[in-house]
């Protein structure tokens, strides 16, 4: 359209791809227009209305850019799936200026290379077999194409061969495959393997099903709108804050070494005790040998650890993970612990597969944690089924949180300010989750957290939603005198002292600018 339009569009908008068209000027057709245009790829023509919606003072937004990533030191997850580490960057107006803060970041990314290896590491099959076996028409089932056309959607790939310089975005898996898959021409119907064929390309393995794509085109418009990027970084001076010493139980002190430390043989500073365990197996190809390792594991690493009452052959329990009614399974699972043992667990140890584990992930924690109240820690079956020592401490680490228990904590000489027993203090972290700006429905989710033990090992949370895309904490003032309500009640019932409330505040705020609105808006209430 603004090709065919240059005497309108004499400085060019930036699409979003979806239906916003931002423009740095007022164009002269006013506040909309009616464009003919011609399709630059097919014979058709399209009737476009354009309206002019709003005018967006830059001041007044807060701008999010994309993170980028690097292979090096990639981990393998399994699945067809890297973990790449990298930066998250954030841009943000300032006076008279535009800021990117950068920050470290992790984000799983597909593996690189030809997209049938992908596909079959995908579904667990080999990347080096014959393709044939799984990913033609009739060896791939529904279910497992369904799974794969979920997994690959939006994917850009780039096509070798006769299309060397095309990129595309894959929308679709087909049910038929290139042999049997057919399209219309201009001048006939044939199928996709004959097409190929007529312009010299003979398809390998013709079939396999195929991918549908759209066409991916990507264009820059920072100049239009007067922008530039400084090629230098802003420079700020700051230090490397000495690591504080870590007591853990028998008085054993370790001081980290850039940000790593080793507990081989360490006893925790306030080991929780188990009063049941359980196992729920969903992964349906664990096998009895990873049973045992799994269990074996737990066991020794608790006794390293001197986590008391973790049982040597906890009662297991195996179910489907199809089934939605995981509630069911943890109470089925509870009461058979309490038939065995005479006690209902406090612990739930659960086996999820490898792959599509988020939704029965997230009905485990809302069944078990929220519904019933019983501590759960979920396992991936393939670490789990072959862990090590190293495995299982880390896994140790975590269930004695939740059980109540503390790991260590810090020296009072290194931290004396938070530690001074005649000043308490409150350490408030805070920050809100957004949604994506193309869903205006989902709301955006605000979070903090605040230590209640004057060891500032022990933390509450909580969390609240917002209207969408609001960066400040709404709610903060409630929030906050939730958490002093907490660290009040700690301090009186465990604690036994008489000087209830926090005497100082620390709070910490992931962001530039809104965290001192928050605060200066939040003293009158305190």
Known sequence: MQDQNPSYFTQRGAYDGDKNLFSPIKYEFGDWARFDVNDPIKPNRWRVLIQRIDSIDPQDQSLHSEAFYSRANYQNLGGGLELWRGYFQSVRPMIGKMVITLDINSVAVY?????????????????EQNPTQSLSATSLNKDNRMRLAKYLRNLKVRSTGI??????SIKDVSVHGADSL????????TSVAALFQDIGYTLRYPSLV????????????????????EPNPMTIKGRVLPSPTLVYGRNERIIPRDGKWNIRDTALYRPATIEGCVIIIYDGRFRPEYERHLKQGLLHAAHTLQIQGMPPDPPDLRKNAACSTTLNHIRE????????KGNMPNLIIVVLPDVEARDIYLRIKNAGDIKIGVATQCLRALPCGRGNNHYYINVCLKINVKLGGINYIPMTRDLPFLKDA?????????????????????????????????????????SRPQNCRVETIQDLADMISDVISKFMNYREIIEKSVNLAPQRILFFRNTNSE????????????
């Not at 593996?111 to 990347?127: Q, V």
């Open 111 to 127: 593996k690189s290379g030809p997209l049938i290896k992908l596909c079959l590491d995908y579904l667990g099959r080999s990347p």
């Open 163 to 168: 299309y060397a310089s095309k990129v595309h």
């Open 182 to 189: 057919r399209i219309k021409t201009e001048d006939r119907e």
């Open 210 to 229: 195929c991918v549908q794509v759209l066409g991916y085109r990507s264009d820059k418009y920072l100049q239009e709108f007067g922008m530039n990027v």
């Open 333 to 340: 699972a509870s009461m058979m612990h309490k038939s065995a």
């Open 422 to 462: 005649a000043h308490s203090t409150l350490v408030v972290g805070a920050d809100i989750k957004c949604g994506r700006q193309r869903r205006p429905s989902r709301p955006s989710y605000a979070a903090i957290v605040g230590n209640v033990d004057p060891a500032i090992s022990k933390y509450v949370a909580i």
């Open 515 to 526: 965290g001192d609105q928050e605060v200066r808006n939040l003293w009158p209430t305190l």
